[in-house]
């Protein structure tokens, strides 16, 4: 790290080319990961990333580069570079007054992942292993993967803002195999958190495999689903996967600005049900896709993004916010310092309603329950979407009977979101890693139980 005096001199030379805004984003990362088959490790990797990411902007247009040369000639000669793009010369000769943000830190680290023998996380992963491995005769293999990462940042910009933040993460994946009759098919579980070893202090490693076997047991027994529309009911967690994807993605102002996206100019209009609402959250202590400030510096902040149908607001990044003439919303995110950031979702989900699962259950004389939702495709622009359901059940006569596999729900976001007319009251949230433009970032779904009145079931009649 050098004096702000340094940082200064960097961004005043990206100014000097005409740059309306510059800044510099500056990372030291740590990453591991271990994987086991069949309770043996198979492998097992770490290493440290550092490097800085210079960007400037000239009106609405963006320009970025990057560097793993973290020597001020170094960081001199990316901002050369963008400066010589932008190509308008200029006189500047300020040194610019950085005033460094201050906040509570929401996700404190007890035990950071470097500080950890590897035979303690080799330990809880042999935990996962015979959860899943031991659930059923018919589980035929089990991959466990752990993941960690310790990650530093420190934001600079030609504005005064000085920010840094702390961010660890942990997760466990299992994928149990199961296979009966020739017939095969894969449970998934992945649970992480933004902390550190600790984070196994309150997720149970072995219940965590048993509810992946749980899910390929039960679906390598069942039946086929029978395809047509129908009434389905997602069941709450992983199942708001179908609101991040086909939804929230098309709330993020990168297709927003552009235009290119279904809910583009319709702020204040309704666009749901009135018994939906919707928030993106980033300030949860210790959730997966929480942190302090974005990737901009911006303090993050709790964003209501549909208030009882209406649309209230979208996850803006700085960029966005010069494009849509609105505020940033603490949205902006990146994979690591060679991507440019872009507004992102952190912690996206539903919230609850009135009803009990039960009650949502009984009301539905047939159709399907989506238990947990697996793969997927969404057409951002237009909000098609296709999901495969990983554990499904059909309901009939108000009650959840036989199981059944191969499902897959086919529709539109905007419409979805109209048509569902029953909230439960049991929210709750699962991880995973969301891909855009600026890279794979862990973020948070979630939603309570919901019933959809309508919607197109993939099966066989």
């Given at each position: ?64 580069a990057y560097t793993n040369d973290l020597s001020l000639d170094g960081l001199m000669k990316v901002a050369d570079r963008l400066k010589a793009v932008i190509d308008q010369e200029r006189d500047v000769d300020t040194v ?13 680290v007890l035990h950071a992942p470097e500080s950890v023998p590897k035979k303690e996380k080799v330990g809880v992963m042999k935990l996962a292993h015979e959860g899943a491995s031991t659930f059923s005769s018919t589980i ?152 302090n400030v974005d990737d901009e510096g911006t303090p993050t902040r709790r964003n209501l993004l549909i208030d009882k149908g209406i649309l209230k607001n979208y996850m803006i990044d700085r960029l966005g916010a010069i ?139």
């Amino acid at each position: 790290m050098y004096s702000d005096e340094a940082y200064s001199a960097v961004i005043t030379k990206i100014l000097s080319g005409g740059a309306d805004f510059a800044e510099i984003f500056l990372e030291e990362r740590y990453t591991g990961s271990i994987s086991m088959v069949q309770g043996e490790v198979e492998g097992s990797v770490s290493g440290k990333l550092f490097g800085a990411g210079l960007r400037a902007f000239k009106g609405t247009r963006s320009i970025y580069a990057y560097t793993n040369d973290l020597s001020l000639d170094g960081l001199m000669k990316v901002a050369d570079r963008l400066k010589a793009v932008i190509d308008q010369e200029r006189d500047v000769d300020t040194v610019i007054d950085f005033r460094e943000r201050e906040y509570v830190d929401l996700c404190p680290v007890l035990h950071a992942p470097e500080s950890v023998p590897k035979k303690e996380k080799v330990g809880v992963m042999k935990l996962a292993h015979e959860g899943a491995s031991t659930f059923s005769s018919t589980i035929s293999q089990v991959v466990v993967n752990y993941i960690e990462y310790d990650q530093n940042v420190w934001i600079y910009n030609s504005e005064g803002v000085k920010a840094q933040d702390h961010r660890s993460r942990t997760r466990l994946a299992i994928s149990a195999v199961a296979t009966k009759n020739g017939n095969m098919e894969t449970g998934f579980y992945g649970p992480g958190g933004a902390m550190g070893f600790e984070f196994f202090n309150i997720k149970d490693p072995r219940a965590a495999g048993e509810r992946a076997a749980r899910i390929a047991d039960r679906m390598v027994k069942a039946e086929y689903a029978p395809a047509g529309k129908m009434p389905v009911i997602i069941s709450n967690e992983f199942g708001g996967v179908i609101f991040h994807e086909a939804c929230g993605h098309a709330l993020e102002a990168t297709g927003v600005a552009k235009g290119a996206s279904v809910f583009a100019g319709k702020l204040g209009q309704k666009i749901a049900n009135e018994c939906v609402s919707a928030v993106d959250d980033p300030t949860i202590p210790n959730a997966w896709g929480s942190a302090n400030v974005d990737d901009e510096g911006t303090p993050t902040r709790r964003n209501l993004l549909i208030d009882k149908g209406i649309l209230k607001n979208y996850m803006i990044d700085r960029l966005g916010a010069i494009k849509m003439r609105m505020e940033p919303t603490g949205s902006a995110r990146r994979q690591d310092y060679t991507y440019a950031p872009t507004s992102r979702m952190s912690n996206t989900f539903l919230l609850p309603g009135e009803y009990y699962p039960e009650e949502i259950i009984a009301a539905t004389d047939y159709g399907l329950y989506a238990k947990s939702l697996g793969g997927g495709s969404v057409m951002p622009s237009t909000g098609e979407f296709n999901f495969a359901v990983m554990e499904g059940y059909m309901i009939e006569n108000g009650r959840i009977t036989r199981p059944v596999r191969g499902a897959t729900l086919i529709g539109k976001g905007d419409e979805v979101l109209t048509k569902i007319d029953m909230v439960g009251n049991d929210l709750a949230r699962g991880q995973g890693m969301c891909g855009s433009i600026s890279g794979s970032i862990p973020a948070d779904v979630g939603q309570p139980t919901v019933k959809v009145s309508e919607l197109i079931v993939g099966g066989r009649n």
